[in-house]
């Protein structure tokens, strides 16, 4: 029973959580976004305004909890 209550409140967290703000891992910017929208079929790819940088990775920044 404390894996399943484990899980109902991991997913109210998620389902609470506003979007985090995301940048590019090569050069630190805010300005990457989703490179296609044909994700559903492939990975999906984020490419940034910035350096050019195109890959499956980008950084999240999220608030410390007190």
Known sequence: MGLLQNIREVL????????????????????????????????TRYLCDECGYLGPLCMELEKEEE
């Open 12 to 43: 109210k967290t998620i389902k609470r959580r506003k979007p985090s703000k995301i940048y590019c891992p090569r050069c630190g910017s805010p300005s990457i976004h989703v490179s296609s929208s044909t994700d559903w079929i492939t990975t």
